[in-house]
């Protein structure tokens, strides 16, 4: 890989592009983005501490633990028949599928009311565990919503997120920031498809739409309500086969959204904590950049690139999808390591808010795939010597161009 790339360069870029509130603004945050947020058994930040809610392998080993009897027997069972174990949402993928075709008929010692019931409780575990709430001290959470509020917009930020925790929420509404996540209504809040299809609520509220269902959601009279609280649990992942049901409400608007925000002119969409292994949400991706070459997606990943196949798998078919990792990036196609240049003056601050070491320990690394890192990056990215700084790397970037 005989190609570099200077961090430097495309960091001042999207700085501008943070401070400046013009751009149509997407975030796509997976499951990653709460392992960055580290808690001792007081329920405090500490760098030393446990992820706030655990990573997928890990919470699938917690629900499949928080089982027993017959309930724990089948799940097992069913996890070992899965390619590579599976993980919680493949396993509750195939309890559901197993509920809805055996009838009478029993598998691994349950029949289809059997699996039902095995249903509730991995859901119900999953709840208790996702369930958590955001530490007192301010976190990446709290510095995101305030990127958001801190400037007019002509644009709404459209939030896309995989997880099922509230924690999004509570960050908004802890700084009485207006949201709309497609619930209309006071009693029961409803879905409302038609106003998640349009734009008619202002710029200053924000957009949060859970992809993949979320905690509070619950059926009533075959309509999907928002109950408020943490209890509810039988809709945190959109039923079994997700290409089927996204094709029912509220999945199918929601997804929509997605791909109707890519299609507009002059988006971006930035992605925290998404490993890239969603097969629906990468085929939406990839559809609508292969659409529209006027939208672009940077996708910050946590790991080498070497480990980012996913990503990096279709960034190198996408030349507006730039995949940046730890250790190189791949940009327009292209992969290459990194290699920052001579820092300008003024610039070494702001350089340590996207490169340097993890944990204070290792070699330097582009840290904006972890999640608190990119929150405060963009938290961070007003900056009364952003443009001159800028200037000064462009005028950098064009003298190592003609010096070949």
């Not at 983005?33 to 501490?49: C, H, Q, T, W």
Request: glycine fraction near 10%; aromatic fraction near 8%.
């Amino acid at each position: 890989m005989d190609t570099v790339h200077n961090p430097d360069r495309f960091m001042a870029d999207l700085r501008q592009i943070l401070s400046q509130g013009r751009k149509r603004i997407g975030l796509l945050i997976g499951a990653g983005a709460p392992l960055s947020i580290r808690v001792d058994e007081a329920g405090k930040l500490s760098p030393n501490g446990q992820p706030l809610i655990p990573g997928v392998d890990a919470l699938t080993n917690q629900v499949i633990q928080s089982l027993a009897g017959q309930d724990e027997i089948a799940a097992d069972a069913i996890r070992k028949a899965l390619p590579g174990g599976g993980n919680i949402e493949t396993i509750l993928s195939r309890v559901r599928l197993l509920q809805q075709a055996l009838g009478t008929t029993a598998v691994n010692g349950l029949d289809g009311e059997g699996y039902r019931t095995l249903g509730t409780h991995m859901c119900n575990a999953i709840g208790s565990i996702v369930g958590a709430k955001l530490p007192k001290d301010r976190c990446a959470y709290h510095e995101l919503v305030t990127w958001i509020s801190g400037t007019q917009r002509p644009h709404p930020v459209e939030i896309f997120t995989t997880n099922y925790d509230l924690l999004l929420e509570e960050a908004f509404e802890s700084a009485k920031v207006p949201y709309f996540d497609g619930f209309t209504g006071g009693h029961a809040p409803f879905f409302d498809p038609v106003t998640v299809a349009g734009n008619d609520l202002p710029p200053r509220w924000s957009r949060l739409w859970k992809l993949h269902g979320s905690l509070g959601w619950k059926l009533e009279n075959g309509v999907v309500v928002r109950s408020g609280g943490y209890d509810s649990t039988e809709l945190v992942y959109p039923d079994h086969l997700k290409y089927d049901l996204t094709q029912k409400q509220p999945y199918a608007a929601l997804f929509e959204r997605l791909k109707h925000l890519l299609l507009q002119p002059d988006t971006l969409l930035l992605t925290a904590g998404f490993s890239f292994r969603d097969a629906h949400i990468c085929a939406l991706l990839d559809e609508a950049l292969a659409m529209n070459a006027n939208a672009a997606v940077f996708a910050f990943q946590f790991q080498s690139l070497d480990k980012e196949d996913a990503a990096c798998a279709l960034g190198l078919d996408r030349p507006n999808l730039s995949i940046y990792a730890a250790d190189g990036a791949v940009i327009s196609g292209v992969p290459g390591k990194w290699r920052p240049g001579d820092p300008p003056k003024n610039w070494s601050e702001i350089r340590a808010s996207f490169w340097g070491q993890r944990w204070d320990t290792g070699p330097d690394v582009f840290l904006l795939g972890d999640f608190a890192s990119f929150c405060r990056f963009c938290a961070l990215s007003h900056s009364p010597d952003l443009a001159k700084t800028k200037e000064i790397i462009d005028q950098q970037d064009a003298m190592d161009a003609a010096q070949g």
